[in-house]
């Protein structure tokens, strides 16, 4: 099993930036992509990022250009560089790691962007 802490949502004014952080912890050898999700209320949950082991990513169209995910397998953590925010960004940010056939996630992290 394994699980995921996420950390640095908080509030910020349009155009600006925020790091979030996800460590990983438990079987973490299992973990193949790990991505950031996010829900927005009313909206369902939908794919932002995702870095395979490679280190190869892939982003929502929404994002690209703004948003950056890393890896750092060393410290079992990845992070979402988030730069020009918009109110829109606005939701709860997921981590979440593929072990096999399983899908973990994280307990969320608030992230509100005001206009």
């Known amino acids: 099993q394994v699980q995921l802490v996420e950390s640095g949502g908080g509030l910020v004014q349009a155009g600006g930036s925020l790091r979030l952080s996800c460590a990983a912890s438990?079987?973490?050898?299992?973990?193949?992509?790990m991505g950031w999700y996010r829900q927005a209320p009313g909206k369902q949950r939908e794919l932002v990022a995702a870095?395979?082991?490679?280190?190869?990513?892939n982003y929502a169209d929404s994002v690209k250009g703004r948003f950056t995910m890393s890896r750092n397998n060393a410290k079992n953590a990845v992070y979402l560089q988030m730069n020009s925010l918009k109110p829109e960004d606005t939701a709860v940010y997921y981590c979440?790691?593929?072990?096999?056939?399983?899908?973990?996630w994280g307990q969320g992290t608030l992230v509100t962007v005001s206009s």
């Open positions: 979440n790691a593929e072990s096999g056939l399983i899908e973990n």
């Open positions: 438990g079987n973490i050898f299992s973990i193949n992509t």
């Open positions: 870095i395979t082991t490679g280190g190869s990513t």
